[in-house]
């Protein structure tokens, strides 16, 4: 689910309040350097980004000399000199062959080099770094620390969540400001990719700090606090989500009086304690109908992965286990996160396993997940109903305060213990049958976990970013795997509750 919004990037952004259409008019690249910036002119040849050399010369101080009679051409940079030729894709640089993916070309007495040229020759001859992101046409000049950012927005009916995924990690610094939220990374700019935003009440735009490496959330009307999560995905990436909600006054009761505490307020959750045995299932296929999830290079659509996984892994409880097994879709529909796990509420689901498929902007990145509610959110969420309300919630961790007045939000903080044995009995079970990620358990602040009234998973069962995955996502054997997996974690898990 974390990659919902993730596919659509309309526009990059590289610097304080520049948009820069993904599809430019009059391409450039961005240099971008200790003393500020400034745009190099693309031309396109033979489908390759090339720049004209007297264009490089203006932005980096270089001279050149053309030898008419050799067909050469020679650019000085301080003490060094590159030579090229045209129609040959390699270069020497004081000496020394470099090569190219495309040969230098002459053309209206003017010379052009491949972009590469950049990082391949210019900067050994300048004995300069020059790191050139090409997804977002930037060359950054020196040791500059410019991380990659790429923002999405997961939309429930009661927040919104943005999470910017930043590579490699820095810190980020979260501050308010009247209708906004700035987020400040520790970095020297940033290579920014914002999704774009279909209306939303929480959140009416993000853009481009004032600051070179900060980041602004405009909020929208029902936007009356946030919560910070911040999470290590790997050694080189980080995590940062923001979860917008709403004012508590506007859809709950007034402080509760002192006595005797109140009611529940949703008398279909029932009060009951932790899950004492395994009865009834709900199986979550995720996405379905217009939201597809991730897909695959070849195709491949998460909706009908998680549905076809959800189907096999049904036959295999009902016949092995004989217990209800409920899915919250049985066809291509589109279904809100709240209603997947009120769906679940509702059939008294003694567990709830939501399934994904996983997407990563590397292609290599591969192997199953497994997720449970972070525990900080919960937390978080019970402390701040605790001082709303003035009521009381119990301890985590097994504690032996009753809950008094439960929440519709705050059901799965009762359920992180089991929750995190259904996850880890999850993971060792996938572990036997199939490749996991080197993350393989992680916490996360999953919308759809945090209303289920039971232990609740999520499982990412492979990323369809990866060719080789997308491949076994889509076989009946791989599927099997992975059902038979999730069988053998409930038949651990059923033992646990009936401990
Ligand atoms: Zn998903």
Redesign the pocket.
Known sequence: ????CAAALALLTLWSGVWVPALAQTPSLTVLARDGRKPLPITPINNQDYVAVDDMNAAFGTTSREDRLAGGLTIIARTRSIVLTADQNVVSVSGRLVSLPAAPVRRDNRWFVPVDFLPRALALALDLRLDLRRATRLLIVGDLRVPRVVARVDAGTTDVAVTFEVTPNVEARITTQQGRILVRFDADALELSIPTLPPQTFLSGIAAGDTPAGVVLITGPRYASHRVITTQADAGSGRVTIDLLPATTTDQPAPAPPGPPPPDMRPSIASQGPSTGLRTVVLDP??GGEEL??QGAKGTL?KEI?LAVARRLRTLIESRLGLKVFLTREDDRTMSLDDRSAFANNHQADVFLSL???SAVRPAVKGAEVYFLTVERADAEARKRADDLQTTLPALGGGTRAIDLILWETAQARYLEQSASLAGFIEQALRTRIEMSPRAVQQAPFRVLVGANMPAALV?IGYLSNGDQETQLTSGSYQDQVAQALLDALIKFRELLEH
């Open positions: 689910m974390r990659h919902c995720g996405h999830g991730t998460e998680t994904h498929a996983n990412e």
